[in-house]
Nanobody
């Protein structure tokens, strides 16, 4: 079993910052790509940023220059530093990880439970 637990969401004014954290635990052998997604009410879940095990990053254009994704491989954790937040960033944020676990001995994608980010204007 693998679990991903997010933390760090909340309410912030436009222009403010938040830092999201996500820690994976369980029978983990290795984690490849990790990422953050968001889902606004009535919309599909979308990728925000991703990071490979080697540290290569990818961002959607709307957050480039404002958000920074990072990871700590020793802690099986991924982070999202969100700066210059805008009301349109309001959504539930989910972390995801491609994990090789001892229970399956194959890579599977796991998701966290989500954390709400609300940006007021």
């Amino acid at each position: 079993q693998v679990q991903l637990v997010e933390s760090g969401g909340g309410l912030v004014q436009a222009g403010g910052s938040l830092r999201l954290s996500c820690a994976a635990s369980g029978s983990i052998v290795r984690i490849n790509d990790m990422g953050w997604y968001h889902q606004a009410p009535g919309k599909q879940r979308e990728l925000v940023a991703s990071i490979t095990s080697g540290g290569s990053t990818n961002y959607v254009p709307s957050v480039k220059g404002r958000f920074i994704i990072s990871r700590d491989n020793a802690k099986n954790a991924v982070y999202l530093q969100m700066n210059s937040l805008k009301p349109e960033d309001t959504a539930v944020y989910y972390c995801s990880a491609d994990v090789l676990s001892r229970s399956t001995w194959s890579y599977m994608s796991y998701w966290g439970q989500g954390t709400q980010v609300t940006v007021s204007s």
